[in-house]
């Protein structure tokens, strides 16, 4: 069974606020630097168990500042909201990169079930009942 793709390149485009997977097989793919921050996989946007997470809103004009390698495994996005907490892996990388459309028109179907916006961040308000990390 083959490993996880890694990608071969890694390109930030800050005008159109997309990130760009180059992989060995040629495939590319562009993803949104909304997209990223929403599916973060930080703890506690993703909570500590099923049904914990919290649905990241507001993201639309947010910004990768930079990206910092974490060993030999995962990335970490430092966001212009200051967003820092989340390790995205490769696996989890190439698998946002492939499953871009389903996953995207999913969050949107759950931004607008729950009366949320991509503009308004509905997550910085005090969390009820806390889990340690700062929000």
């Given amino acids: ?10 390109t930030l485009h800050q005008k ?21 921050r929403v ?6 946007a ?12 507001g993201k639309r004009h947010v910004l990768i500042d930079r990206i910092e390698p974490v060993g030999a495994y995962a990335l ?3 966001y212009s909201d200051g967003h820092d907490s989340g390790l995205y892996t490769w696996d989890l990388l ?8 389903e996953l995207w028109a ?5 931004i607008e079930s ?4 991509r503009d308004i961040d509905s997550t910085s308000r005090p969390a009820s009942g806390g889990c340690g990390h700062k929000h």
């Fill in 1 to 10: 069974m083959p490993g996880t793709p890694i990608p071969v390149e890694i």
């Fill in 16 to 36: 159109s606020r997309r990130l760009e997977l180059a992989y060995e097989d040629s495939q590319r793919y562009l993803l949104d630097f909304e997209y990223l």
């Fill in 39 to 44: 599916f973060t996989p930080s703890a506690e």
């Fill in 46 to 57: 993703r909570g500590h168990a099923p049904g914990q997470e919290t649905l990241q809103t």
């Fill in 76 to 78: 970490r996005f430092v």
């Fill in 94 to 101: 190439h698998n946002l990169a492939t499953h871009q459309e």
């Fill in 106 to 110: 999913e969050y949107l179907k759950r």
């Fill in 114 to 117: 729950e009366g949320l916006s």
